[in-house]
């Protein structure tokens, strides 16, 4: 078991720290270009493979951390539902019904793990713990975006229309999410919980500019190029 966790571990940091370094370049470079598909394909693999590891090593024997596993099933969800928007808007241009069982697991996945946040964080509340803040957040994070997926996929919404919103919010939450990780492991102060909401508030500001930059109606389905 202790040889497993080891592995899970170096599979994790790894994981961590490529999805770090991409998800930075992917956000830093001209979006559509090659550096941006490239990196931000590398930083969905990479993410997928920290966050798997995070949720198999949180619930090991010795090694439980209720929060260590939230968090890595926020971004599954997140990194999920952000790429596959890409995905939606290419097969929307040839099929006017394109969403399959992965974009119903995906919203349901989403809906269950945000009230389960919630549901912790009530807890935490009922014994006097400020860290209950931070599942409150993520939860209703995951309840807002769960019921944008639901939006598109009744046709409420369209996906022409807001499948390049919902890739930037959901991406850069994502990566939020690493440099979140990045801070609370490698940083300590006596009111640990800032550190977890610190990187939303600054990245929501970063999110915002993006959204007016780049997901207007006009340039919504010019950014992305065909790889």
């Known amino acids: 078991m202790?040889?497993?966790?080891?592995?899970?571990?170096?599979?994790?940091v790894a994981g961590g720290a490529i999805g770090l370094v991409c998800g930075t370049i992917a956000t830093a470079v001209v979006?559509?270009?090659?550096?941006?598909?490239l990196n931000g394909k590398l930083f969905f693999?990479?993410?997928?493979?920290?966050?798997?590891?995070?949720?198999?090593?949180?619930?090991?024997?010795?090694?439980?951390?209720?929060f260590l596993f939230a968090i890595g099933g926020f971004t599954i969800y997140m990194i999920g539902t952000g790429y596959r928007m890409v995905l939606l808007k290419r097969h929307n241009m040839h099929n006017h019904n394109?969403?399959?069982?992965?974009?119903?697991?995906?919203?349901?996945?989403g809906t269950g793990f945000g009230l389960f946040l919630l549901v912790l964080a009530a807890t935490r509340v009922a014994k006097g713990d400020m860290f209950s803040l931070v599942p409150a957040v993520f939860g209703l994070i995951c309840l807002a975006y769960a019921r944008a997926d639901y939006a598109i996929i009744s046709g409420k919404k369209?996906?022409?229309q807001f499948w390049l919103y919902n890739h930037i919010i959901r991406m850069m939450g994502a990566l939020i999410a690493s440099y979140?990780?990045?801070?609370?492991v490698n940083i300590q102060i006596p009111m640990q919980w800032i550190l977890w909401l610190l990187p939303t508030v600054l990245g929501s500001v970063l999110i915002a500019r993006f959204i007016r930059k780049y997901a207007r109606p006009k340039t919504a389905s010019a950014v992305i190029r065909k790889e």
């Open 158 to 160: 369209t996906i022409k």
């Open 31 to 37: 979006k559509g270009r090659k550096a941006h598909l």
């Open 2 to 12: 202790h040889t497993l966790y080891k592995i899970l571990l170096a599979l994790h």
């Open 180 to 184: 979140t990780a990045f801070l609370v």
């Open 45 to 66: 693999w990479a993410m997928l493979l920290a966050s798997i590891s995070a949720l198999v090593i949180s619930r090991m024997p010795g090694h439980e951390n209720i």
């Open 98 to 109: 394109p969403y399959t069982r992965v974009d119903y697991s995906l919203f349901f996945f």
